[in-house]
């Protein structure tokens, strides 16, 4: 569970800030190492005990985590100081949109397959201030990931059960429902990849964004432990 285990015991890194700058663990905070000497160069939330599942903005300049008090705290990493707060408990993910204009996390304490959109847009200084949800998405499974379009219209949520829907960010509706437990959009935003699991395989599938038509599909890759 988010920010279960013991203050004595840091977690491995977390997540990589998009510039290859820091490496993120928890241990009494958010602590941010330099990945070459392994010395921590800061520090971030030392008060609001984060959990494991930790995001950065595509352009490195604020970073997510929830919290055990079941609120999702953003900071600036340049200043430390807290940029703002989204209240949902149970958080199995988290997303930043490229243009830093919205936040998506899925999760919850009953159900797990709800997505909630939060406007990032009104956000010129660091106020702490509680984001505005726009929208609640219901995935219909337990959501196991997120992914925006480069372009910020679509965003994509994956399940367990192999089914990843793609949603418009403006209506939120659903456009299509694909193969896959993951995905990843293509620059241009056109395609998107998605891949399923089976046993010990993975099938990578390629789609067209905007007909949900299948374009290539590459199977019985093999996943070899790491």
Request: proline share 4%; hydrophobic share 35%; net charge positive.
């Amino acid at each position: 569970a988010a920010g279960g285990m013991p203050a004595t015991e840091e977690r491995s890194p977390l997540a990589v800030s998009p510039d290859g700058k820091y490496l993120v663990s928890v241990f009494r905070g958010l602590r941010l190492s330099d990945p070459v000497t392994g010395k921590v160069v800061k520090t971030l939330g030392r008060e609001s005990t984060p959990g494991n599942h930790i995001a950065f903005s595509p352009d490195g300049q604020l970073i997510a985590a929830d919290c055990r008090d079941g609120v999702v705290r953003i900071w600036e990493v340049s200043s430390g100081a807290l940029y703002a707060t989204a209240k949902h408990k149970s958080l199995q993910c988290l997303a930043f949109s490229n243009d830093r204009q919205l936040l998506a996390t899925a999760g919850g304490e009953r159900s797990r397959d709800r997505i909630r959109l939060w406007d990032l847009s009104d956000r010129k200084n660091a106020t702490g201030r509680p984001l505005t949800e726009i929208g609640t998405l219901v995935h219909g499974s337990t959501v196991m990931g997120l992914c925006f379009s480069p372009d910020g219209s679509r965003l994509a949520s994956g399940s367990a059960n192999n089914r990843l829907k793609v949603w418009n960010t403006s209506t939120h509706q659903v456009l299509h429902t694909l193969k896959g437990r993951t995905g990843l959009f293509s620059p241009d935003s056109r395609s998107i990849a998605t891949v399923t699991y089976a046993d010990d395989s993975q099938t990578i599938f390629l789609w067209d964004v905007a007909d949900g038509k299948l374009v290539h599909e590459l199977r019985g890759g093999h996943l070899a432990a790491v």
